[in-house]
């Protein structure tokens, strides 16, 4: 069964660009997950969508963070315009409604210089 | 309010011991999860196992064993027979429910293990 897919695995831009991620979740997953871990930290949930839906986006910074799922499977995380502090992984994550564990994705590392 | 606490930022271990990560969590609901994941340098999260709050029985996953202590409020992940490849951060996560959500995980800190020859 393949995994969480995201790309890029890297990538590094200027401050007051965009840039955008991409995230393909475990076929038959309901749930996706946006999560950001900045070095040293644990993960930090952003954004969690069911099916194309969004759950809960208390934690995403709106007037910079955007996401959609269209058609209830795979997603983009978009950043515009980023900031230095924006730097970090961004962790991709799927699970089946009601099921327990998270599946995650081997993540984006942004730098933003 | 739901907190997850790792105190331990950094630890060694010898080949082929054993090592505990301590977690303690925090939460009022008396319905949780609690998960081990380990990252890689690579930086994937791996799900290593998990406790439910109702399991009467601590959960064991091969060489991964929970050591969960309701009334401490402490899940603490034992790895027995230590390996080189289990050096990696080691982080501890609570299954909380957010506004009729479910399957939020808030992570701890981490713990930075290595396991030396």
């Known amino acids: 069964e393949a995994g969480v897919a995201q790309s890029p695995r890297y990538k590094i831009i200027e401050k007051r660009q965009s840039v955008a991620f991409w995230c393909n979740p475990i076929s038959g997953h309901a749930t996706l997950y946006w999560y950001q871990q900045i070095l040293g930290q644990g993960p930090k949930l952003l954004i969690q969508f069911q099916n194309n839906g969004v759950v809960d986006d208390s934690q995403l910074p709106k007037d910079r963070f955007s996401a959609e799922r269209l058609k209830g499977v795979d997603s983009t995380l978009k950043i515009q315009p980023a900031k230095l502090e924006d730097s970090a992984v961004y962790l991709c994550a799927s699970s089946l409604v009601g099921s327990r564990p998270l599946y995650f994705g081997a993540g984006t590392r942004l730098s933003v210089l | 309010a739901q907190k997850i606490t790792q105190t331990q930022p950094g630890m060694f271990v010898q ?103």
């Open chain 2, 15 to 117: 080949e082929k011991e054993a090592v505990t990560l301590d977690c303690t969590y925090d939460t009022s609901d008396p319905s949780y999860g609690l998960f081990w994941y380990k990252q890689p340098s690579s930086g994937e999260m791996i799900f290593l196992i998990y406790q439910g709050s109702y399991d009467q029985q601590n959960a064991t996953e091969g060489r991964y064993s929970l050591n969960f202590q309701k009334a401490r409020k402490s899940a603490n992940l034992v790895i027995s027979a230590s390996q080189l490849g289990d050096s990696a951060m080691y982080f501890c996560a609570m299954r909380v429910l957010y506004g009729g959500a479910t399957n939020k995980l808030i992570f701890g800190t981490g713990t930075l293990l290595a396991v030396q020859p």
